[in-house]
């Protein structure tokens, strides 16, 4: 049995852009993750909070290691946000990441890149 979590739109404010300007105002981008449990997730069975994964912590945790960096493309920030995640929690999978921002293009809603993890 493969036990996941969906978290969407978990709001995050990084220095992001391909200019300065647009790197100076912190803009926020928003974070779809699906995270898979190992086989020793027990959370599901005892109602235990220690044995599964904060939402609130997970949250600041990327939000304080994404204060720490500056990035021209989402494509990069989503492959460091997705290898922190990685590093921090071990025991954890990413199934997948969906990084979500709004350019400053009248004509754009928004602009989005997933990173998918597919068993060979």
Not at 29 to 43: R, S
Not at 50 to 71: A, G, M, P, V
Not at 84 to 112: G, M, N, R, W
């Amino acid at each position: 049995m493969q036990q996941s979590l969906f978290l969407k739109g978990l709001e995050i404010y990084v220095s992001l852009g391909c200019s300065e300007e647009e790197k100076a105002q912190k803009q926020m981008v928003k974070i779809d993750l699906e995270l898979v449990f190992g086989k020793n997730f027990t959370a599901s069975d005892t109602d235990n909070l220690e044995q599964t994964i904060c939402y609130y912590t997970l949250r600041n945790d990327i939000q304080k290691f994404c204060d720490n960096i500056s990035c021209n493309l989402i494509e990069y920030l989503a492959k460091q946000i997705y290898q922190f995640i990685c590093d921090k929690h071990p025991t954890i999978s990413i199934k997948y990441l969906k990084l979500i921002k709004s350019p400053p293009v009248s004509q754009i809603e928004s602009a989005a890149f997933v990173i998918r993890f597919c068993a060979q």
